[in-house]
């Protein structure tokens, strides 16, 4: 038996003439994180990719799983395929769903057809194959309005295709279609969820990470690194860059204000950020960053680290509260990792009263106080670079 999957698109759909690049766009995307389970072949028509295993011996179940996570469709489905014979259909359909008919009180069949040659209309699919099934299964009587099963039959071009229900995509647009940013990510719950609601808007995310050995551990970084991985089922491969940070923590705490150490790092980490971008055609930076959650994301301590850009600074979060942003992290499966007690290099030296509200130009004093920039060009140099890859 032959069994696809159908991806519905999302807002794809209502694209205009540029349609098409999204659709390749995607397809690419969907190529990409299948190929590891064997061959399929693609197809397009009417809003919806067909995703056809090459060979008997795929697994469907990691498929579907891996499908559901690439960004650009509304639902997902595994559908037995069947020819456009009517007979064949009630057939089918009784075998393919057979289980689930068997277990279930009441059911309804669903029709669509785009291929109007096709000699039965939906109304009377539903009707025909409805009664052949109450004949298989004597136990079932037909709800139109909450049936423990619906049989979805669709009649398309080639084929048609009999499947018991949708389960939701990932949404959005695909990756790759809104152009690159870079991900600050720590060991925490938000920043990878930025990331994945940026890339779920079709940006290409890499990830620069900031670490501060000795005090900061190998398996806080480890930590990262894992993080980064579980977000690659949904952003593609990351570019994941490793900045040194200890010498520019230490000047920090060593010539400046301890109140406003905390806004001085973020303005050289978002420093050092946009310089390892400038030539990798980045455009944007992404943090996790929720307004008023801790003292450096007051709306002041925002205006203070944005002073140091040159590019955007997505903030995907600003405005969610942490239970929301929570619930997304479970969602995406970074929670457990989130969690786990690694110090973060922004909880080294953390001062015991940070600035709230510091002005700029006691921020802007306070940098200019000591020459970091051979600092952070030695940081720069020393930024090691490895790609986490989706599989
Ligand atoms: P998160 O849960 O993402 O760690 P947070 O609530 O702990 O966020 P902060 O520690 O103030 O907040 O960090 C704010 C943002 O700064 C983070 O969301 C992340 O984008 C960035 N950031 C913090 N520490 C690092 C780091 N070591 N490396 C890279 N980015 C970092
Ligand atoms: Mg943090």
Not at 87 to 105: D, N
Not at 157 to 180: E, L
Not at 242 to 247: D, G, L, R
Request: hydrophobic content about 35%; some cysteine; glycine content about 6%.
């Amino acid at each position: 038996m032959k069994e696809i999957i159908l991806l519905k698109e999302g807002e794809i759909a209502l694209k205009g003439l540029n349609r098409h690049t999204f659709e390749d766009s995607f397809i690419r995307n969907l190529r990409h994180r299948l190929s590891s389970l064997g061959k399929f072949e693609y197809s397009r028509s009417q809003s919806m990719i067909y995703c056809c295993p090459l060979s008997d011996d795929i697994d469907m179940d990691e498929a579907m799983d891996r499908a559901s996570k690439v960004f650009g469709a509304a639902a997902v489905c595994r559908a037995g395929v069947c020819e456009k014979d009517f007979e064949e259909i009630c057939r089918f359909a009784a075998e393919y769903c057979g289980e689930e008919l068997s277990e279930a009180k009441s059911f309804k069949v669903a029709a669509k057809r785009s291929d109007k040659n096709f000699p039965l209309s939906s109304p009377q699919i539903c009707m025909e194959l409805g009664g052949r099934l109450t004949e298989k299964f004597p136990q079932l009587t037909v709800d139109v309005k909450t049936p423990d099963v619906t049989v979805n039959v669709e009649i398309r071009d080639k084929n048609a295709y009999i499947h018991t229900g949708n389960r939701p995509g990932a949404g959005g647009i695909p990756v790759g279609m809104s152009g690159k940013a870079m991900l600050l990510l720590s060991g925490g719950i938000d920043s990878p969820v930025a990331g994945y609601m940026i890339a779920k808007r079709g940006v290409d995310i890499s990830a620069i990470h900031y670490v501060s050995p000795p005090y900061t551990s190998d398996r806080a970084r480890m930590k990262v690194e894992r993080l980064c991985e579980r977000l690659t089922p949904w952003c593609g491969d990351i570019p994941f860059y490793c900045v040194p940070f200890t010498e520019i923590q230490e000047a920090l705490r060593d010539h400046c204000p301890e109140e406003l150490f905390t806004i001085l790092m973020r303005r050289i980490m978002l420093e050092i950020a946009q310089r390892i971008c400038s030539d990798k055609n980045i455009s944007a930076l992404v943090t996790g960053e929720s307004l008023g959650q801790v003292a450096s994301q007051t709306m002041g301590a925002v205006v203070c680290t944005d002073d140091v850009c040159r590019m955007p600074v997505f903030r995907p979060v600003i405005g969610m509260d942490k239970s929301e942003i929570v619930e997304i992290a479970r969602k995406i499966d970074t929670f457990d990792i989130s969690i786990e007690p690694y110090e973060d290099c922004c909880t080294v030296f953390t001062p015991k009263h940070p600035k709230t509200n510091p002005s700029l130009e006691q921020v802007r004093a306070a940098q200019a106080s000591f020459d970091f920039e051979p600092l952070i060009q030695k940081a720069v140099e020393g930024t090691e670079k490895r790609i986490f890859k989706h599989d």
